[in-house]
């Protein structure tokens, strides 16, 4: 199956400053996910935003969902160092789930 | 509660041996899968169950083989390993069989064969 992209694949940013990641995908989907990695770890769920929804928050989260072009994007606001760590997409409309390349987020104290 | 325990954390094989990496989950989760992970890409789906006894072909299932005999427990098998099966390997599971919902996954298991 084709993997998602994500852009960009490498983000820099300084604490305080907003980070906005991207995710395009191919097919038709019921729902779509994103997920943190911090460095060697497993992954951890962040938020999962529904087909039929345009946007939705959690935190300093903010997701948004555009199936007419296939793509969402995830926000996060004021950022923090702790926030550190690759973020993925991951969506699909059956048992096998495809997952982006990731963004790898480095956030500056 | 633990969640998805993976073991071994690292392996090192050498090419053509055998080896199986543990997976629990003490959720009572009926969906269970089995990632790979390689540099710059993300997780690959290797094979995935619905519920004991239920096993079925991810994206990459060549060399790996799975069982379910109980509702916890997940073990992925490399009968003769190579050194492109070198990766980080984690396991993941949810309740119910759908893929809405999220997935816990595990710590990995970093493996690399000489």
């Known amino acids: 199956s084709q993997q998602g992209e994500e852009d960009p694949q490498a983000l820099s940013i300084q604490e305080g400053e907003n980070a906005t990641m991207n995710c395009s995908y191919k097919?038709?989907?019921?729902?779509l996910q994103w997920y943190r990695q911090n460095s060697g770890r497993g992954l951890v769920h962040l938020i999962l935003?529904?087909?039929?929804?345009r946007e939705k928050h959690s935190g300093r989260l903010r997701v948004t969902l555009d199936t007419s072009k296939k793509s969402s994007s995830l926000l996060i606001t004021a950022s923090r160092a702790a926030d550190t760590a690759s973020y993925f997409c991951?969506?699909?409309?059956?048992?096998?789930?495809?997952f982006g390349r990731g963004t790898s987020l480095i956030v500056h104290p | 509660n633990a969640g998805v325990t993976q073991t071994p954390k690292f392996q090192v094989l050498k090419t053509g041996q055998s080896m199986t990496l543990q997976c629990a989950q003490d959720?009572?989760?009926?969906?269970m899968s089995w990632y790979r992970q390689d540099p710059g890409m993300g997780l690959r789906l290797i094979h995935y169950?619905?519920?004991?006894?239920?096993?079925d072909q991810g994206e990459v299932p060549n060399g790996y083989n799975v069982s379910r005999s109980t509702t916890e427990d997940f073990p992925l098998r490399l009968l003769s390993a190579a050194p492109s099966q070198t990766s980080v390997y984690f396991c993941?599971?949810?309740?119910?069989?759908?893929?809405?919902?999220?997935?816990?996954f595990g710590e990995g298991s970093r493996l690399t064969v000489l």
């Open positions: 991951v969506f699909g409309g059956s048992y096998i789930p495809t």
């Open positions: 169950s619905v519920g004991a006894g239920i096993t």
């Open positions: 935003i529904r087909s039929n929804e």
């Open positions: 959720m009572n989760h009926e969906y």
């Open positions: 097919t038709s989907i019921n729902n």
């Open positions: 993941a599971s949810k309740p119910g069989q759908g893929l809405a919902g999220e997935l816990f």
